[in-house]
């Protein structure tokens, strides 16, 4: 047996969000965000598509994992349990402002939470999941 692996913390590697269009959404994640895509794969016999993505290396950092079914057509259902992910940056203001003239949707523009605290806003990825921006000094 592997002690090693065996003491090791348990920890949360990524979260799978199911996507319409791969491309359009690894641009989303990796140009918009600022994540690096860590490694895409297609499995034939499956006719699925596997890219992952994320701020730093999977071995350190919880990612993303991005599944494309090729046979997929309409957009899926997002369901009423889903919340949203969370990012942490430097300038919400100024990454709102990018991200809108990239015609990125902001349901929530950037400003303080109506019951104090964070400042914070919301934006959708291109299948519409929700992704908000917390203002953090990093």
């Given at each position: ?30 140009r ?22 994320g ?30 992910l ?36 919301f ?16």
């Amino acid at each position: 047996m592997n002690t090693a692996a065996h003491d090791a913390q348990p920890r949360l590697l990524h979260t799978m969000l199911r996507v319409l269009d791969l491309d359009k959404s690894i641009d989303f994640y990796t140009r918009l965000l600022g994540m690096k895509l860590l490694r895409r794969k297609d499995y034939p016999s499956g006719e699925f598509t596997l890219a992952f993505v994320g701020f730093g290396d999977e071995n350190d950092t919880a990612v993303i994992e991005l599944t494309h079914n090729w046979g997929q057509k309409e957009p899926y259902q997002l369901g009423t349990a889903f919340g949203h992910l969370a990012i942490g940056v430097g300038d919400i203001y100024g990454t709102c402002e990018r991200l809108a003239k990239e015609g990125v949707k902001i349901p929530r523009p950037p400003g303080p939470m109506k019951h104090g605290g964070s400042v914070i806003a919301f934006v959708e990825d291109p299948d519409g999941y929700k992704i908000e921006l917390i203002e953090k000094s990093l």
